[in-house]
DNA sequence: CAGGCCCTGCTT
DNA sequence: AAGCAGGGCCTG
């Protein structure tokens, strides 16, 4: 569930807390969320290093360390990562690796456990499956119009699957996905290629606009999110379809309907979207 | 391209 | 007790 606002705002928060500690010691409670490492090498190879910078692409983020190897965090749907400047006694339910720092201490949560972390080269490319082939970011200037036309203009296939793929545009997952093809007018059943010039301008503003909303409201919490001081976000007050099947649509008042597209549950008023 | 898999808590 | 949530990868 967390998306590239999601993710975006929790980088904001652990980029601002921090570089410059050291983490003094790992605890994993749930070795097979290391994905490329055993828990011996994963604590040998961060231990007793520096936190440089936190950054991200698409829906991962980069914990840069000073030292060979760095660390690569996916948090897929129930993934949280947090950091509590005083140490508690108490561990919130499903903590499942705690990283002790020079101050305080980063959580990483999981409660249904696909989140994924990777040991990678600190320069260069992952080596991670998919993280490598990225698309650009659907905020990133790289992210143009122009190439969004070029990558539907020969595509078949419905334009919500394409969206998902992440080798496309990175960072949309299902919520945001059904959010920009609502404000773009777009069905999400619509093949790519029946999409013309016009309206893929349109699809590409809606996109970076959706984006950004969801990174200035803090992220979008309908069940698991939460940003890296443990709040919820304020986006789901901003939502036009997702999560409102059988509502009037915000525009027209027509019923959202729900159906089932690449294997989602997808959302969209039939009335505004053609 | 569709469908299964992972995985657990919550809803029906 | 079954169904649902879905990101990314894998198989048929």
Redesign the pocket.
Known sequence: ???LPEVETVRRYLQNHLPGKSIQKIEIFLP?LIKNATPQQFAAALENKKIKSVERR???LFLHMDGSQSLLI?L??TGRLTYEEENSSVLPR?SRIIFQLTQGRMLYGD????GCLWLIPSVGLTG????DTLGPDGTSPNFTAVYLRQKLKN????IK?FL?D?TNVAGL???Y?DEALFAAQIIPLRRCNRIGNKTTVRLHDAIVRVLEEGIMYGGTTI?DFINGSGKEGKNQHNLCV?GREGRPCPVCGTEIV?I?V????THYCPQCQK
Do not use: W
């Not at 409660?111 to 696909?114: D, E, I, K, P, W």
């Not at 595509?155 to 419905?158: I, Q």
């Not at 690449?262 to 549950?265: D, N, S």
């Open positions: 569930m967390p998306e097979r698409g829906k991962y996916h897929r749907m499903f409660v249904r456990t696909l991670v499956k998919g993280c595509n078949t296939r419905t699957s998902l992440q997952g299902n919520i996905v069940r997702y729900y089932k690449a294997g989602r549950g």
